[in-house]
C-alpha cells in the first residue's frame, strides 16, 4: 500500500501553503478539504482556502511523493521542513507525522527563539537573498506547470503578466 504526500499551493504565488497526505486519490482529498472550509471549519488552512474561494480560485495541487505505507510520517515531515525552509508559509499546524508531540506551540516558539539566537551569532544559515530565489524558482515552476502547459493565462499571476513562458 503506498501514501501520497502532496502540497497545495496559491495559484497566484505558487507559494505553498499546506502539506498533507492521504491513502486514496488525492484529488478527492483536496474535495474534502474545500467542503471543510466551505462549512466553516476553523484553521489556518481552512481560512487561507476560504480566501481563495471568495476570489473565485482554487489551490494548485502538487502530488510531491508517492511512498510505502511504513515511512509515510518520515516523508511528510521532510517535505514540511524542506518547503518551511525555502521560505514556504504553512499553515500545518504540526511539523507533520502522527502524535501530538510535535504539536505544542509553546515548545515551538522557544525553539525559533533559540534558532533566532543561534542565526545571529553565526550568520544565516540560508541568505534571505538566496531564500526569496528559492523561492521565486519554485514559483516559476510551478507557473509554467500550472499555467503555460495548460494555455491558462492567469490575469492575478505575476508571471503570466510579465508574459513569462506565453
Ligand atoms: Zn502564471
Known amino acids: 500500500m503506498t501514501t501520497s504526500i502532496y502540497g497545495l499551493s496559491d495559484p497566484v504565488t505558487h507559494e505553498f501553503r499546506y502539506v498533507g497526505k492521504t491513502v486514496g486519490l488525492v484529488s ?35 502530488l510531491l511523493e508517492i511512498c510505502s505505507d511504513s515511512v509515510w510520517e518520515q516523508a511528510e515531515k521532510l517535505w514540511i521542513a524542506t518547503l518551511k525552509r525555502a521560505g514556504n508559509n504553512l499553515t500545518n499546524e504540526t511539523h507533520g507525522g502522527r502524535g501530538v508531540s510535535n504539536h ?34 519554485l514559483a ?19 508571471f503570466c503578466q510579465k508574459g513569462l513562458g506565453f
Open 28 to 62: 478527492k482529498r483536496v474535495y474534502r478539504h474545500i467542503r471543510e472550509a466551505e462549512n466553516g471549519f476553523d484553521g489556518h488552512k481552512a481560512r487561507w482556502l476560504r480566501k481563495l474561494l471568495v476570489r473565485n480560485l482554487r489551490p494548485e495541487v502538487t
Open 104 to 137: 505544542l506551540p509553546e515548545a515551538r516558539a522557544k525553539i525559533s527563539k533559540a534558532n533566532l539566537g543561534n542565526r545571529n551569532a553565526r550568520g544565516p544559515r540560508m541568505g534571505e537573498t538566496k531564500r526569496r530565489l528559492k523561492l521565486k524558482g
Open 140 to 158: 516559476v515552476g510551478l507557473h509554467f506547470r500550472w499555467h503555460v502547459n495548460r494555455s491558462k493565462h492567469n490575469p492575478h499571476c505575476e
